[in-house]
């Protein structure tokens, strides 16, 4: 038996080639979830389980392991032979997971003619509450200066929601961003009813500064950000302060040509 520290070595290995690392972890995930969605969607009648294609992918997974790639400890011509191959695999997964999808959402009934419908899988068997996002493109571009809000509807009953500055930067009201906070059930589909609600002109943001400082206030939390710093000065959560004031600063760390990190201990 040990007790104590034993010596650190490689850990540049932690962030070196970091594409491969977020890749990987990608690729490790959207495969586990979208074998559970197979294997429901088989258990429906619906689908036969593609374990061919599943094989390829885990096969991209399970090669980009090896012990130069995955560290980040290759030359740049490993690195993009393996981001190749992860995206290989991610492109597998993604086209067997989109046709899985549609198989499961194939029972969900038409929503109403003015409505967007947004339907979400949860993959695991447990109920997951939480903020989920979805972009979408209406029917019709909206030219007049109006502005279309949404509310949203879940199983008849309306869930908190918020439109968000979507991905498109058209001076147009056309493309969405929808972020909702609902409660996913275990291992299934929810469906969401995104009815339109137009509103004269565009929401401005009402915040406004007061000496020197922006307040963020909400049931259980509130966050103080400094306008000369850009930094958190205050983070409270449940009365419980959990930042320093100055938080959040950014932090530079110089690289070098060994992604081992073999003479150091640790970036501080």
Sequence with gaps: EWRGDLNPWAPGCYTSQIRIKQKHR???????????????????????????EFDDAQYDLLTSQFHDILPGSSIQPVEEASIRLLDH???IVSRVRRRLFFALASSCPAP????????AYNSIPVELA????????????????TFTDYEVYQDGVLVPSQVEHEASNLNLDWRKKLAIRAVLPASSLSRFVCLPVNHPKRPRASLKAENGRLVVAGDSMQVVINTETGFVDELVSDGMSMVKPGAFAPVVVAGDEDPWGSTKRSYK
């Design 112 to 119: 109403p003619e003015e409505a967007i419908p947004i339907i």
């Design 26 to 52: 990608q690729l490790e995930n959207q495969l586990f979830a979208t074998e559970r969605m197979a294997v429901h969607a088989r258990l429906l009648g619906l689908t036969e389980y593609p374990g061919l």
């Design 89 to 91: 695999g991610l492109e």
């Design 130 to 145: 939480g903020v989920w996002e979805c972009e979408f493109q209406p029917a019709a571009q909206n030219w007049n200066p």
